[in-house]
């Protein structure tokens, strides 16, 4: 491997099956049992399910109907975010007894860069397993994490061993581990572009090796780029202790399907007052408005307008969102409807605030 690109040690802890762990440990009634957080009604969405409920195919993002087809047995509780911010300022709490270099991703993952650490110990590994085990103390819940030289591989290898485990991908190991890797289970890559790969004869990390860089830009676009840099190890993002964010939105699923565009436009008045008191409350402002379409059938459609200013008042929001409406004939009864803010007036203090990486060596224990 090059020694051209940033070595770091990177911790990637993700807590396992939070919010329904969370429920449980609150309910002992629910321990060991199929467990679904989100409402149980016909437009109900599983927010998160417990490894007992992962055993029949519940997933999250999963409709309640279909997780209930599956799981009979299901037991339905509805979210206590009030409750799972609580436990998650405590896991937090223990990243910055480590590093101050914490990257939150949720709730229940972050990035920790160990490279430099509060604690001057030089192996990663174990500065994992401390902090998994301060997490269970703390809380009663367990956490798994991956360990290596970069985010994305340890973001891939907190799920080798989960949950209630760990995986260490140490330097002399990246290469082999990438090309061992279903395509799937690489970081980035979701089911309809798994697909995709899938029909070009990318099956494994070795398989997306062999294609050139042109070939992939020309199949995935910008993303082409990625995916050859990242099978090979390559991955310079920093990790962030102050996310900027590179949109801002709000949505909402509606009880019954919309198939009037009057309805429409009332929902969306809502949906902008919503998010202009985000962007206030945030001191943010955008030039692109991106409208999302879920149709009831579940295909998903965005449109999106960029504007030559920046924009946070409901008004303009609104008035870009119903252009965006009007733009194309509605192909069906729509279920969800969202509009977002991006190209946000925060890009440039992202880019006047990187710092100046230095390289390490390559040799040194994980």
């Known amino acids: 491997m090059s020694n051209d690109f940033p070595l770091r040690k990177i911790i990637h802890v993700d807590m396992d099956a939070f919010y329904a762990s969370v429920e449980q440990l609150d309910n002992p009634e629910l321990r060991g049992k199929p467990v679904a ?9 599983v927010a998160a399910a417990s490894y007992e409920a992962r055993k029949y195919g519940v997933r999250s993002a999963m409709s309640s109907v279909m997780a209930q087809r599956n799981c009979p047995e299901l037991i339905f509780v509805n979210a206590r975010f009030d409750r799972y911010k609580e436990i998650s300022k405590i896991v937090r709490g223990i990243f910055y007894q480590y590093t101050d270099l914490v990257e939150p991703l949720s709730l229940d993952e972050a990035y920790l860069d160990v490279t430099v650490n509060k604690k001057g110990n030089p192996s990663a590994s174990l500065l994992a397993k401390e902090i998994r085990q301060k997490i269970f103390d703390a809380t009663g819940l ?49 089911k309809v572009t798994a697909e995709k790969m899938y029909k070009l004869g990318i099956f494994t990390g070795k398989d997306l090796k062999l294609k050139t860089e042109a070939f992939l830009e020309e199949n995935f676009g910008k993303s082409g780029s990625y995916y050859y840099n990242v099978v090979r190890g390559i991955h310079n993002s920093e990790v962030k202790p102050h996310r900027i964010p590179k949109s801002v939105g709000a949505e909402r699923t509606f009880n019954e399907n919309l198939s009037s565009e009057v309805f429409m436009l009332e929902r969306l008045d809502h949906i902008a007052e919503e998010l202009e008191k985000r962007l206030k409350k945030a001191n943010i402002a955008g030039k692109t408005v991106t409208l999302k379409i879920k149709y009831s059938d ?17 008004s303009l929001i609104l008035e870009t969102a119903k252009e965006l409406l009007y733009q194309e004939k509605l192909q069906n009864s729509v279920r969800l409807l969202g ?28």
């Open 339 to 366: 509009i977002s803010l991006a190209n946000l007036n925060t890009e440039k203090e992202e880019k006047d605030s990187k710092k100046e990486v230095v390289s390490v060596q390559l040799k040194f224990e994980f």
């Open 298 to 314: 579940f295909t998903l459609n965005t449109r999106s307008k960029t504007l030559t200013y920046f924009i946070s008042a409901k």
């Open 142 to 190: 367990n956490a798994s994490a991956g360990i290596s030289i970069n985010k994305f591989i340890a973001k891939v290898a907190s799920d080798i061993n989960k949950p209630n485990g760990q995986k260490t991908v140490n330097p002399e190991e990246v290469l082999q581990f990438l090309e061992d890797l279903e395509i799937r289970k690489f970081y980035g890559v979701g």
């Open 37 to 45: 957080v989100g409402g149980s009604s016909k437009r109900g969405v």
